[in-house]
């Protein structure tokens, strides 16, 4: 069974500092889509930024960055010029859909709480 | 329009009654989905919708009755619920395919269960 953890469970940065949150994850498949998704206090949860599997070269969408390491089964986020409004708990998400069988699954890890300071 | 909405923001039932929640997308997703996230917790999938039929459905106590009447509305209909069901219930939908796959989200709707 697919496993998602996010080991921090809070940090914190100051702000136009750079952090990084960690997450691993464990399966068997060889093709599958990662994701982060971020979830505002109050605010409904957004993604940041996704991932195949199948694709060497690491996504990037702004100053949001991923390091993929498919054999470590590794997907850390690194947050770059932290501002105050990334505050948030982000959750580290794995997707495999298997469409001959039809089986789906969408796992999410239990979430890193981000505080970015003034 | 790349927005999932949801009704009712809040809803307070007890325990004998019934209820719907609703959630509607117009993005063209054939997929969509709810999930149940307690305070502080990821959320956890319940059911997913693809191409409008019930794919999965994650041994979810029956008390929790899902429908899909077309592609872009999604209802969760609530009879007989235990207190230990109040949280706040997200609807997501997404593409299904090749390259796809993230999940737009509503802003949920928090049910408290007396």
């Known amino acids: 069974a697919q496993t998602v953890t996010q080991s921090q469970p809070e940090m914190s940065v100051q702000e136009a500092e750079t952090v990084t949150l960690s997450c691993t994850y464990d399966t068997s498949e060889n093709n599958y889509y990662l994701f982060w998704y971020k979830q505002p206090p109050s605010r409904q949860m957004i993604l940041v930024i996704r991932q195949e599997a199948y694709k060497q070269q690491n996504a990037t969408e702004n100053r949001f960055s991923v390091n993929f390491q498919k054999a470590a089964k590794s997907f850390s986020l690194k947050i770059s010029d932290s501002q105050l409004g990334d505050t948030a708990m982000y959750f580290c998400?794995?997707?495999?859909?298997?469409?001959?069988?039809?089986?789906?699954?969408?796992?999410f890890g239990t979430g890193t709480r981000l505080k970015v300071l003034a | 329009d790349t927005e999932v909405t949801q009704t009712p923001k809040h809803l307070v039932m007890g325990m004998t009654n019934k209820k719907s929640l609703k959630c509607e997308q117009h993005m063209g997703h054939r997929a969509m989905y709810w999930y149940k996230q307690k305070a502080k917790k990821p959320p956890e999938l319940m059911f997913v919708y693809s191409y409008e039929k019930l794919s999965i459905n994650e041994s979810v106590p029956s008390r929790f009755s899902p429908e899909c009447p077309n592609s872009s509305l999604l209802n969760l209909h609530l009879h007989a619920l235990q207190p230990e069901d109040s949280a706040l219930y997200l609807c997501?939908?997404?593409?299904?395919?090749?390259?796809?796959?993230?999940?737009?989200f509503g802003p949920g709707t928090r049910l408290t269960v007396t």
């Open positions: 997501a939908s997404s593409q299904m395919g090749q390259g796809s796959y993230e999940q737009y």
């Open positions: 998400a794995f997707m495999k859909h298997r469409t001959t069988s039809g089986t789906y699954k969408y796992i």
